[in-house]
């Protein structure tokens, strides 16, 4: 076995090849891949540099790679996300995996600049929230004289991203320009790391094809959604033990994520309601029966405060200073800066058990942060459950065949793909639940403008 990874305890390995037998069966997209292109290899060739959360799921994703092909080297984009066991066991197929559950800010970057170090570099990224993409890009921007913010870093992420570019950079000089140039395409898993590519094109400092997998119908209208609706109640619970009935929670945005949280949280019988900055989302959260509200006329009856946004500084510290005793506050979005933890770093901190603290405030009185404002749902639970990120990884690697044999035949720009693959992905999910699809005969096909194989709706359409 090779001794090329950085995991807790291999020993953990066995248990996490159990988990991962029953995962294979609750992924019927992934597993589908490997029955449809395993003979024919259709990734060989390629070195893939995933940065994602070292889930159980996601070693379904990686084995499903390495099975049609790719040469594959892994590390976590959340330093609280990964599970040890299912580390373990990707290290112990032999696939170089650097993630540890609780790693440091340092190790978050020293973890990705080591999943970089194929002997002949990378040739594709797999991205979840573009940290793995901003390394490149940003060392390369450095390297090149383009930005000295080298110099300036004004938090905690980037002082710890400047100073492993910086190591790199006296280690392998020109290394992060060689890395950019041979990289063929990106293919990216959330919102937030969407809304960063779409900036580096609007700068025009994207050099290479990506496809947004987010907006792949497949993907951000089920895991976002249906996947919160699970996974955020089960962090919460994890968390707190808390009695969820009766209390009053309230959810910050309502897009993908937050629908399937407010969802979570109704559920469980909280009384939620929902905070929205655009009047459609706000409209749909109030015809959805939830009470909207600002933060500020919610924020001292509340018992829950759960961010979905994707924005920075959404729940603040003169929010968390006028809470309930004891308020439960938490973030499902992709980065803490949701919530002004940066704030509370002068407060009183009482740990109560990993990734659960409870903070005092000036007037005595406590809040509970969970997972220190980073996402809860994979820092205090296990994430989304495998059946819905068995689409959005579906997706990712019908994404990364796209970019490894026809990526020169895009621009340096965002894609997404298109609508007969997310139907695809869709059809690959139905019968593990019973799904009996009808069909149309030609003359209906005709008379709605469609054909009878699909795709069924138009682009514009959105579910
Ligand atoms: P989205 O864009 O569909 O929804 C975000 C919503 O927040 C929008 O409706 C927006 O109007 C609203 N918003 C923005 N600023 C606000 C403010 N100050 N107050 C109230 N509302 C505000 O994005 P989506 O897909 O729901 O993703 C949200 C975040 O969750 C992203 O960071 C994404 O990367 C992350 N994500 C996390 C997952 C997880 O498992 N934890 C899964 C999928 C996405």
């Known amino acids: 076995m090779s001794e090329d990874f950085i995991v807790k305890d291999i020993t953990l390995a066995e248990f996490g090849r159990k988990e991962l037998d029953i995962a294979e069966t609750e992924m019927p997209g992934l597993m589908a891949l490997r029955d449809e292109?395993?003979?024919s290899k259709p990734l060989a060739g390629s070195r893939i540099v995933g940065s994602l959360h070292m889930t159980i799921q996601t070693a379904v994703l990686i084995?499903?790679?390495?099975?049609?092909?790719?040469?594959?080297?892994?590390a976590s984009c959340n330093i609280f996300s990964t599970q040890d066991h299912a580390a373990a066991a990707i290290a112990q197929a032999g696939v170089p995996v650097f993630a540890i559950k609780g790693q440091s800010l340092e190790e978050h970057w020293d973890y990705l600049d080591l999943s970089f170090q194929f002997p002949e570099g990378p040739n594709l990224i797999l991205d979840d929230g573009g940290d793995a993409t901003l390394y490149i890009l940003l060392g390369a921007r450095v390297e090149n004289g383009e930005t000295n913010l080298i110099e300036t870093p004004t938090s905690e992420e980037e002082i710890a991203v400047f100073a492993q570019i910086k190591k790199r950079m006296e280690a392998s000089p020109g290394w992060f320009t060689k890395m950019r140039d041979q990289i063929k395409g990106v293919s990216e898993e959330t919102t937030t790391g969407v809304h960063r590519l779409y900036d580096l094109v609007k700068n025009g400092q994207l050099p290479f094809p990506a496809i947004n997998v987010n907006d792949s119908v497949t993907k951000s209208k089920f895991d976002n959604k249906y996947g919160c609706k699970e996974s955020l109640v089960d962090g919460?619970?994890?968390?707190?033990?808390t009695m969820m009935a009766g209390k009053v929670a309230v959810v910050c945005g309502y897009g993908d994520v937050g629908k399937g949280s407010a969802a979570s949280l109704r559920g469980a019988g909280a009384r939620v309601k929902v905070t929205e900055i655009d009047p459609i989302c706000a409209l749909q959260a109030a015809m959805d029966g939830f009470e909207v509200v600002t933060l500020e006329d919610a924020v001292s009856d509340a018992d829950i405060f759960i961010t979905t946004t994707g924005n920075k500084d959404v729940i603040r510290i003169e929010h968390m200073r006028a809470m309930k005793d004891m308020a439960i506050v938490g973030n499902i979005g992709h980065f803490d800066n949701e919530i002004q933890v940066a704030n509370l770093k002068n407060h009183k901190w009482t740990n109560i058990k990993d990734q659960v603290d409870m903070i005092e405030m000036p007037s005595g009185s406590r809040i509970i942060l969970l997972s220190e404002g980073r996402l809860l749902n994979l820092g205090n639970a296990t994430g989304h459950p495998s059946f819905v990120m068995s689409a959005s990884f579906t997706n990712q690697v019908?994404?990364?065949m796209e970019l490894w044999l026809k990526g020169d035949e895009y621009n340096n720009d965002v894609y997404i793909l298109p609508k007969h693959l997310d139907e695809k992905v869709a059809r690959l999910h139905l019968d593990r639940i019973g799904v009996k699809l009808s069909s149309l005969n030609k003359e209906q096909a005709d008379y709605i403008g469609v054909s009878t194989e699909g795709p069924f709706k138009p682009e514009h359409y959105r579910y």
Do not use: F, K, N, P
């Open 236 to 241: 919460i619970r994890r968390a707190t033990d």
């Open 398 to 400: 019908l994404a990364q």
């Open 63 to 74: 084995e499903t790679l390495v099975a049609l092909g790719a040469d594959v080297r892994w």
């Open 37 to 39: 292109y395993g003979d």
